[in-house]
T-cell receptor
Framework: QKEVEQNSGPLSVPEGAIASLNCTYSDRGSQSFFWYRQYSGKSPELIMFIYSNGDKEDGRFTAQLNKASQYVSLLIRDSQPSDSATYLC????????????FGRGTSLIVHP | EAQVTQNPRYLITVTGKKLTVTCSQNMNHEYMSWYRQDPGLGLRQIYYSMNVEVTDKGDVPEGYKVSRKEKRNFPLILESPSPNQTSLYFCASSFHGGAPAGELFFGEGSRLTVL
């Protein structure tokens, strides 16, 4: 059973701080890694994806991937109250399949 | 506008009364999937389809049926709903072989309550 683990939180950070969200996965051959943001009662929306080891930056968001440690993280700089949401980590397995496995999500609260 | 459309968005029904939740996408995606989301349990996959007439079970298929007769539509059928199927349901689609592989486009969700 391929697994994706996330701390459920909530992770509470003050406005303007860096929020760090973490995810580990069990399938060593996983190829693609995704971060989805989900506001309460709404559908998930993709905010970042990463394929290669290292960092990928997009605005205030940075995804970090370490395949050796089977670890992927999302950093949100200058956190805003509008970033308050649940962040879902998703991992696409090896073997040519692109069907992602989702973690249970981490709830982020950014307080003014 | 590219989108995944689910209907109904909200439904209250009673045990045993068959219902269908429709899902349609206008992006010509091969892959479609149904998830349910419950507090503390995250997104759990019910069924998925790699293409027309090709469907397969996900992690929690019991009590559900699907069909894929057309590429754009992937309805979820609850033949005899029970209270433990009360949940928030999401349909999602993806382009087969596209990049990034595995990016899913979600519908707005269907909140189902079974009394």
């Amino acid at each position: 059973q391929k697994e994706v683990e996330q701390n459920s939180g909530p992770l509470s950070v003050p406005e303007g701080a860096i929020a760090s969200l973490n995810c580990t996965y069990s399938d060593r051959g996983s190829q693609s890694f995704f971060w989805y943001r989900q506001y309460s009662g709404k559908s998930p929306e993709l905010i970042m994806f990463i394929y290669s080891n290292g960092d990928k930056e997009d605005g205030r968001f940075t995804a970090q991937l370490n395949k050796a440690s089977q670890y992927v993280s999302l950093l949100i700089r200058d956190s805003q109250p509008s970033d308050s949401a649940t962040y879902l980590c998703a991992v696409s397995p090896s073997g040519g399949s692109y069907i992602p496995t989702f973690g249970r999500g981490t709830s982020l609260i950014v307080h003014p | 506008e590219a989108q995944v459309t689910q209907n109904p968005r909200y439904l209250i029904t009673v045990t045993g009364k068959k219902l269908t939740v429709t899902c349609s996408q206008n992006m010509n995606h091969e892959y479609m999937s149904w998830y349910r989301q419950d507090p503390g349990l995250g997104l759990r996959q019910i069924y998925y389809s790699m293409n027309v007439e090709v469907t397969d079970k996900g992690d929690v298929p019991e009590g559900y049926k699907v069909s894929r007769k057309e590429k754009r539509n992937f309805p979820l059928i609850l033949e005899s709903p029970s209270p433990n199927q009360t949940s928030l349901y999401f349909c999602a689609s993806s382009f087969h072989g596209g990049a990034p592989a595995g990016e899913l486009f979600f519908g707005e969700g269907s909140r189902l309550t079974v009394l």
